[in-house]
Each structure stands twice: as structure tokens, then as C-alpha cells.
């Protein structure tokens, strides 16, 4: 007899185990906005991510379209994977003194690990981490940028 | 005339099957080697190696400001601990003091680590059980903390954060209000974790008395962390060497003597629950100061040999290097809790039947690229 009345109390509490999940997984049926993290291929629009988001490195360019790259190479020897190529060039200024400009800034997006060594690092602010996250791309070769925008030029305070 | 064959598989047939190394339960690329006799595990030879990127030797071409990206890619879910045991390591090494903000920041960050890893594996502990709830609830509470993570340092699983002397960047203006609203907002929703599964019936079935592993197994194994103080092995790093500042919080190491997975899975839920109880201790305690004392560019070590260990969300992380007073270490080497943690699992799922295996592997808690570095 008491055989027979443990199993069936073990059903019993089984079932109330049960039924305490349910209850509230049924309380978020009817609560649904409670569970939802973010829906996100809809919310492409409204969405927008923290100003640290570590999206890619960018070059910052003011609207006279110059930006504060000297071409020191600091972030090209601190970066581990090898992701910034800077290629550079002599140049003569009216003064007579000969200058380094940078020819382009080569970043390879496929190969970064987003340790954010460059933009720390930097001695003259030229880089920073943009927002964008959408990166899928059909050819690997998209994937390899110059940051610097073609026809850009130092900016005038930007000390070596 | 086809002969019809003559072996049927029978009750003393043994089996070698593979489970892996794309099987969902490993997560990740693992590979189980089981022999079988019927649907009873006779023995597993786990093989891994499928994700080795030699980070160890790649290590020793990068500077160390360079290897805490690399300390990252290991145990994933655990990012700020690693950071945080090589981090410990240079400042070990070079004498340095680090300014009591970045201690407590450091604190609050592997404590917010260790809860949402043990919420993942919750909810991935409950997939592995058929309970496919656990897996939407667990990330909703994780998401939390990832935004807060991501508002600070911009990204929600690698985050390269504390380095060597301190932080990369200031946290953001935010971050305590954010901590003080999750700290009531979780603690509303972790009873529902035990309203969902640890009461469920089928989930106790399925985890008591499953995978027994005594105490002094578990340290003949080495295994440390929640599956192994489930074993009533006292190896938490954080009471035994307090590093950052443990030392001034008050939180007990949560220990069970049954050591099932039904025990481990209940250190994991206890755990959080101290977890939260030292965010709470430590959210008002934020010091001003200095975010980062100011390193030499190249971090050279003196000639001899280090070693540090850290408790991250599995267990003890040692991290030892020998340096010959170069820029980069001459060799290192890490002692990763889950390369310990993997190699029991023979011992727990022999004589228990396939799926127990998966609860098995799945209470161990285990993360493969941290197996193979």
C-alpha cells in the first residue's frame, strides 16, 4: 500500500515540478516584450551602437579633408597581426624642408583582431574606431582599405 | 547470391563510434572517441587539437602589451580573466602597483565575466538536456551584462581590456548605474532559474547521481573551479591567493560534497548568487584615480621565471613565462582549467549510458579552444 502511494506521489510531484516551469514560461507567453533582447534586422533603422563600439579602425578626416596620419609607423610596429601597412613619401615643402607624407594607410580588416593597440597607441589621435558592423562582403579583396581619403593632406597643427 | 551477414550486434558487441568533432553537444570542435556496449559508455577518448593555434609559441613573437589579445582567444567566455592573470603577471614581474581603481574595476569585471559565463553554460547545459527554454532565458540575462561591456570597452565577447598597468580606456560615465540596475533586475530573475530547471523533474533524474566524481579524484585529476569544489575540493584561487581586491570582499567559495553533476550544477547557481553579492559590495567602492599607471612602451621583464594564476569561470588559470630580459618572453606557457577539466570525463561517463555523457560533458563546463590554445 505504501509502494503504491509513493508512485503515485512521486507522479504527482512530477507534474507539479512541471507545471512550476510552465507557469513561467505561460507568464512570458503573455508578457512577450519582457524576453525579446533586440530584433534586429528590423531595428537596422533605429539601431545605434555605444560610441566605444569597436567597429573598424577609421581615419578621422575634417571637412577641409585633412587628417592628423604623420606616418610614424607606431601603430604599423604595435599592431600583432600585421593589419596596417603605411606607405610613405619624401616631400619638399616651399620652406626647402624635406617632410614624410603618407602615401596610404593600408588597413586589412580581414586581419583585425580589434585589440585596439593602434588607437591607444597613436601619438597624434589619427585613428579611431568606427561604428559601422556590417562587414560581409563577397570579395575578400573589400576587405583591405586605405583609410586616408584620396587627395587628403596633414592637418596644419598636427605635431611629429 | 548476396551472403547475409552474420554479425548483429549484440549485448557484449562492443562499438567505437565517434561523437565530433561538429557534434553540438561538445561546443565546439571536440572529438569523443566512445566505446560502446549497447548504449553503455565502456570508454571515451576524448581527441582534440581540431582549434590549436599555437598560441603559446605565437606568444613568444609578440610583446606583452600584444599576447592579452591572444590570452583572449582562449577561453572566450572568461576574456577578463585572462586578461587579467597575464596583466597581474607584468605588473608581478616589474614591481608595479596598480591604483586601487583599477583593482576594484578589475574585481567588478571578473565577477561580471563569471556570471554571464555561468549563465551561458546554463542555458547551454539545459539545451544539452532537451530543455531548449533555458537557452532564450540564460541569454536574455546575459545581454545585459554584454551591454555593459559593450558600452565600456566596445565589444561583447573579446575584449582586450585590462592590460598590463592598469585598463585600455576609462569605463564609461554609465557603467555604475548600469551594474546597479542589473544587480536588482538579475536577482529577480536567477529564482526563476531554479524554477525552471532545478526543481524539473526530468532534470534531476538526469543529473543525480551522474558522473561521480570523488575528492580525492579531483585533485589526482587537477580539476579545479565549480566542477571541482562540486567534489568538496577547496580550490578557489580568489580565498586562497586573493589578487585585485578580493581580499577586502566578503563571499563564500561554495563547495558541495556530492559530486555529481546535479552538485556542480548547483555550485554554478550558488556562485552566482555571490557574485552578485560582491558586485554589491564593491559598486559603491569605486575609487577616483588614475585608470592606468604610465608603462614604458616596450615592457621588458627581468631575466627569471613567473608565474601567476587567476580563478576564472572554470577554474585555476596559471599563466608562467620565462624571460630572459627581452621584449618578447622566452617561452610561456598557460595552465588552462579546462585541459584538466576535459581529461576526467572517461572517468565520470564510464558505465552511464550515451546522453548521460552529453549531461556529463555539458556540467564540466567545458570551452575547446581553451583545451587546444
Redesign the interface.
Known sequence: MNAFFNYFSEIG??IG??L??M???SGYFFRPRE?I??KYPENRATLK??D???GEVVMPHDKNNNHRCTGCGICEN?C?NGSIQILTRKETTPEGKSVRVIDKHIYHLSMC?????CV??CPSDALA?GQTFEHAVFDRQKLTKVLNKPGSSLKKDVKE | MVEKSEVILGENEHLRINMGPQHPSTHGVLRFELDLRGEIVDQVIPHCGYIHRGIEKMSEANTYQQIIHLTDRMDYLSAHQNNEAMSLLVEKALGIEVPERVKVIRTILSELSRLQSHELWWAAFGMDLGALTTFFYGLRDRERILDIFEESFGSRLLHSYICPGGLMNDVHPNFKSRIKEFIPYFRKKLPEYDQLLTGNIIFMERSKNIGLLTREEAIAFGITGPSGRGSGFSCDVRKHEPYSAYDRVDFKEILYTEGDTYARYRVRIDEMWESLRILEQLVDQIPDGDYTVKMKPIIKLPEGEYYQRVETARGELGVYVVSTGDKYPERIHFRTPNFSNLFVIDKLARGHKIADLVAISGSLDLVIPDIDR
Open positions: 510531484h512530477g515540478t512541471l512550476k516551469g507557469r513561467v514560461t524576453i533582447t533586440q551602437m555605444f566605444q563600439f569597436k604595435n600583432p583582431t580589434f585589440c585596439g593597440l591607444k597607441t574606431f
